[in-house]
């Protein structure tokens, strides 16, 4: 798993290439945690180059979104592979992730 964090108008995209499972998703929680106590903070996660995610890692973002929603914030997901795209379909979290096809449009849409 590889992350890599940039910066667009402040809002900080993860980049996510790899496997994000029970072994990995511990590495994007330790990231995001300094993140997660500021008022009104956006995050975007760039899954162009995610290939795999398991339930370790779903839990990582639905964790990640309940508590920067509580704190008047969210994430916003861009770039879905097929694999990741379909599971989140299967999982019934398209409701409940806005998902835009790229990188420019989800930061649009948090801004």
Request: proline share 6%; with cysteine; glycine share 8%.
């Amino acid at each position: 798993m590889e992350i890599t964090l940039s910066f667009v108008r402040e809002v900080p995209i993860f980049h996510l290439a790899g496997r994000l499972d029970v072994t990995t998703s511990p590495l994007l929680e330790d990231r995001l945690k300094p993140l997660l106590c500021m008022p009104g903070q956006r995050v975007v996660f760039d899954c162009e180059g995610l290939i795999y995610v398991s339930s370790a890692g779903l839990r990582v973002f639905i964790s990640t979104q309940r508590t920067l929603s509580n704190h008047g914030g969210g994430v916003s997901f861009a770039a879905l592979t097929q694999p990741v795209k379909e599971l989140f379909r299967l999982a019934g979290l398209e409701t409940l992730f806005p998902i835009e096809p790229s990188l420019e449009e989800a930061i649009s849409r948090l801004q």
